[in-house]
């Protein structure tokens, strides 16, 4: 399986962005698709899940209510939307592909990683 994001940039503060990921190869043993984010110096740091065939999605905490979740699994892409960003939204994001049929929250559980797409929030 290979991954492909997309969508990152240069932006300002309180604006919306919408980063997406691009499937290929074997995608029919992923279960669930996920984001990430690595802010310069920091962990990686797991955003949302959803299941690659539609379903609940579920976020982090951290940024519940300012995040959504979406794929199409026609086209295999997932899409997240950033809304009202900040400067410590600036970070490398990352979609990840995981075999696991439970919800995986950890990187670990991840079995396929794209490159990474970097946002740069400017306040």
């Known amino acids: 399986v290979q991954l492909q994001a997309s969508g990152g940039g240069l932006v300002q503060a309180g604006v919306s962005l919408g980063l997406s990921c691009a499937a290929s190869g074997r995608t029919e043993s992923v279960h669930f698709m996920g984001w990430f984010r690595r802010p310069p110096g920091k962990e990686r740091e797991f955003l949302s899940a959803i299941p690659s065939r539609g379903g609940e999605a579920t976020y982090a905490d951290s940024v519940k209510g300012r995040v959504t979740i979406s794929g199409d699994s026609a086209k295999k892409t997932l899409f997240l939307q950033i809304h009202s960003l900040k400067p410590e939204d600036a970070a490398v994001y990352l979609c990840?592909?995981?075999?696991?049929?439970?919800?995986?929250?950890?990187?670990?559980?991840?079995?396929?990683w794209g490159q990474g797409t970097l946002v740069t929030v400017s306040s």
């Open positions: 990840a592909a995981s075999r696991r049929p439970w919800l995986p929250r950890s990187s670990r559980e991840y079995d396929y």
